[in-house]
């Protein structure tokens, strides 16, 4: 993951590749996906046996973003 100051500031990183507009993500919204209850719930007693539902909810709020986020299919 990379940090930018702006979505300009991104665009102007000589990694950037056009296309990928979609996949840039502010940090307050980043912030928000990744303190679920996949990371909040750590210290469940039953966390491990809800572990799987808990990252379930992380990658459907990834995936809410954009195309850019979905996963690849399985073969």
């Known amino acids: 993951m990379n940090l930018f100051r702006s979505e300009e500031h991104a665009r102007r990183w000589s990694g950037f590749k056009p ?3 979609e996949g840039i993500v502010p940090v307050p919204d980043m912030a928000q996906i990744f303190s679920g209850n996949f990371f909040r719930r750590r210290l469940d007693p039953d966390y491990l046996s809800r ?3 808990y990252a379930a909810e992380m990658v459907g709020a990834l ?3 954009g195309s850019f986020w979905q ?3 399985k073969r």
Do not use: I, K, S, Y
């Open 71 to 73: 996963l690849p299919r």
């Open 63 to 65: 995936q809410a973003r």
């Open 51 to 53: 572990m799987r539902e």
């Open 19 to 21: 296309g990928t507009e």
